[in-house]
């Protein structure tokens, strides 16, 4: 089992930056995949960035490359998302997940959600 608990979110306004962590307790040496998710009000989860947790293999969703960075600490065992140069539409609830072997696709593991509000 693995336990996840985002912080950082808050009020910022446009052009500002943001850094979440997330961090990983329980289980953590059997991290496979890590990501962030986001859900804006009365849209579907998205998805914003991944990073593979032993090997540091980043991927992120078109629309946010050059402006997120995704990145892990493993001695802390945290992941960070960095969220530059923010506008009025990255205003959601940012979620971290985790999965672990068998599992490599699916993220069956995320925490409870940490608000970004970016004012215009």
């Known amino acids: 089992q693995v336990l996840l608990v985002e912080s950082g979110g808050g009020l910022v306004q446009t052009g500002d930056s943001l850094t979440l962590s997330c961090v990983a307790s329980?289980?953590?040496?059997?991290?496979?995949?890590t990501a962030w998710f986001r859900q804006a009000p009365g849209k579907e989860r998205q998805f914003v960035a991944s990073?593979?947790?032993?090997?540091?293999?980043?991927n992120y969703a078109d629309a946010l490359k050059g402006r997120f960075t995704i990145s892990r600490d493993k001695v802390k065992n945290t992941l960070y998302l960095r969220m530059n140069s923010l506008e009025p539409g990255d205003t959601a609830v940012y979620y971290c997940?985790?999965?672990?072997?068998?599992?490599?696709?699916?993220?069956?593991?995320w925490g409870q959600g940490t608000q970004v509000t970016v004012s215009s």
């Open positions: 997940a985790a999965n672990e072997p068998p599992n490599r696709v699916i993220y069956n593991y």
């Open positions: 990073l593979l947790w032993n090997f540091g293999t980043t």
């Open positions: 329980g289980r953590t040496s059997s991290l496979y995949a």
